[in-house]
C-alpha cells in the first residue's frame, strides 16, 4: 500500500502524519508552493486526499485529480469537499463522527462559564469583577444532532432549561422547539450554534438573530466560522446590543477580526473543539482506517458517499 499516492490538504497533527507517511505515498501539498505545477507532475499517482475542516477538496482540486478515489476528512464537517462533484464522480467521501462529540460539547459549557463568569480576566486581576451565572439560565442550541445533544445533556446538569431549533422537530426528545432561529434567539439567555455548514446555515446567525437574543444575551460558535455574519456580530458587540460571545471557530480563518481582542465579555479559541491529544488520535485512526479498507476493498468504517 506505500505506493498509494495520498495528499494531506494542509498540516493537521503530526500522529496523522506520521502515520499516513509510513503507509503511503505522502504528498504534503503544502510544501509545494506552485500547486499548479505539482498538480500537473504528480495527479496521475494521488489516489486520495485528507482534508479537514481548513482545506479538503474542491471541485477544482477534484477535476486535477483523475485518479481520485477517496476523500477521508479528518472532522465530523464536510462544508470543506464538494459532495455533489464527488458523487458525480463516483469518489468516496468519509469522516470522523462520535469520537469528538464529547470534546466540542465539553468546550461548548467551558466557553458559556468561561465567558459569564470572566474567568479569563479573573485570572489576570485579583480584584473582584461583574460577573453572571449560568445555572439557570436558558439554553437554546441551533441543531440537535450529535454535538447538539451531548451540549444539552450537560447543560441539564447545570440545572438550564433547553431548547432547540432544527430543520424540522425532533420527535423523540423533551426539549422545546421553536420553528426559527429569531424565536429560539428572543427565548433564551445562551444561544449555541451546533449545526453542519450548509447554503442554508451560511450567516443563520444575522442582526435580526443578535437582536433578538439581545444586550442580556452570549453567542457560543462551536460550529463554523460562516456560520456567524461576523461584521454583525463584532458591531453588536461593541455597541453593547450583545451581551457576550465565546467563539471557536471565526469567518476567515485563521484571522481574527482585531476588534474582538480588546472586549472584555468575549473569549477566543483558536478551531480546538476537538483538539484533545486523546480525541485527536482517534479521529487520525479512523482517516487511516478508512483508507486501508478503501484500498483493500473492504467497508468504509464511516461513510459518507
Given at each position: ?30 510544501n509545494f508552493p506552485n500547486k499548479k505545477d505539482f498538480l500537473r507532475e504528480n495527479s496521475a499517482s494521488i489516489r486520495a486526499v485528507v ?106 446538569a447545570f440545572s438550564c432549561p433547553v431548547c432547540y431549533y432544527s430543520r424540522s422537530q425532533k420527535p423523540d426528545t423533551k426539549y422545546k ?12 439567555h445562551i444561544l449555541v450554534v451546533a449545526c453542519p455548514l450548509t447554503a442554508e446555515t451560511c450567516h443563520i446567525i444575522n442582526r435580526e ?97
Open positions: 500500500m506505500d505506493s498509494v499516492g495520498v495528499l494531506m490538504a494542509c498540516p493537521m497533527n503530526s500522529y496523522l502524519e506520521q502515520e499516513l507517511d509510513r503507509r503511503f505515498n505522502l504528498f504534503k501539498f503544502w482534508g479537514n475542516a481548513t482545506a479538503g477538496a474542491d471541485a477544482e482540486l477534484i477535476e486535477a485529480l483523475p485518479g481520485l478515489e477517496i476523500v477521508a476528512c479528518f472532522s465530523v464537517g464536510l462544508d470543506k469537499v464538494d459532495l455533489g462533484k464527488c458523487k458525480e464522480k463516483g469518489i468516496r467521501v468519509s469522516n470522523t463522527p462520535d469520537v469528538l462529540t464529547d470534546d466540542v460539547a465539553d468546550l461548548a459549557i467551558g466557553l458559556i462559564l468561561t465567558t459569564l463568569r470572566r474567568i479569563c480576566e479573573c485570572d489576570r486581576f485579583i480584584f473582584s469583577l461583574c460577573v453572571f451565572q449560568f445555572s439557570g439560565k436558558t439554553v437554546g442550541i441551533i441543531g440537535l444532532g450529535r454535538i447538539g445533544m451531548a451540549i444539552a445533556k450537560r447543560a441539564e422547539y421553536f420553528p426559527s432561529v429569531v424565536e429560539l434567539a428572543s427565548n433564551c438573530v443578535i437582536d433578538a437574543l439581545g444586550p442580556k444575551g452570549v453567542l457560543i460558535n462551536i460550529g463554523r466560522g460562516p456560520h456567524v455574519d461576523e461584521p454583525e456580530l463584532v458591531s453588536a458587540l461593541v455597541e453593547g446590543r450583545l451581551g457576550g460571545a465565546g467563539l471557536d471557530v471565526f469567518e476567515n480563518e485563521p484571522e481574527v477580526p482585531e476588534q474582538l481582542f480588546g472586549l472584555d465579555n468575549v473569549v477566543l479559541t483558536p478551531h480546538v473543539g476537538s483538539g484533545t491529544v486523546e480525541t485527536r488520535k482517534a479521529m487520525a485512526d479512523i482517516v487511516i482506517a478508512n483508507l486501508e479498507a478503501h484500498f483493500l476493498n473492504k467497508p468504509l468504517l464511516t461513510p459518507v458517499v
